[in-house]
């Protein structure tokens, strides 16, 4: 099965910016699609952003203007670029593929804590 591995995360100020990396062990591109989860402390994991085979991209209403999911076909890699960051931003943030389903072997997720 596919492995994933997040990184990127970081602590950031209000307003400030990350890129996040997700490196897969399986082409991206043979997924329909790849996205990008969060899961704040208490909460449940949410999907904020994704992106299709053919490159069209979703996002979550709350990140909606401020984020965007990429790819590097070369580096088989997906990218979430995270601009204007407030501390309800703060979670653990995880990538994975779907084909019928999304993978159920998630990484380990990297952490983006935003201060106020």
């Known amino acids: 099965q596919v492995q994933l591995v997040e990184s990127g995360g970081g602590l950031v100020q209000a307003g400030g910016s990350l890129r996040l990396s997700c490196a897969a062990s399986e082409s991206i591109f043979s997924f329909n699609l790849m996205g990008w989860f969060r899961q704040a402390p208490g909460k449940q994991r949410e999907l904020v952003a994704d992106?299709?085979?053919?490159?069209?991209?979703r996002y979550a209403d709350s990140v909606k203007g401020r984020f965007t999911i990429s790819r590097d076909k070369a580096k088989n890699t997906v990218f979430l670029q995270m601009n204007s960051l407030k501390p309800e931003d703060t979670a653990v943030y995880y990538c994975?593929?779907?084909?019928?389903?999304?993978?159920?072997?998630w990484g380990q997720g990297t952490q983006v804590t935003v201060s106020s």
């Open positions: 994975n593929g779907r084909r019928g389903a999304w993978n159920d072997n």
């Open positions: 992106i299709t085979s053919g490159g069209n991209t």
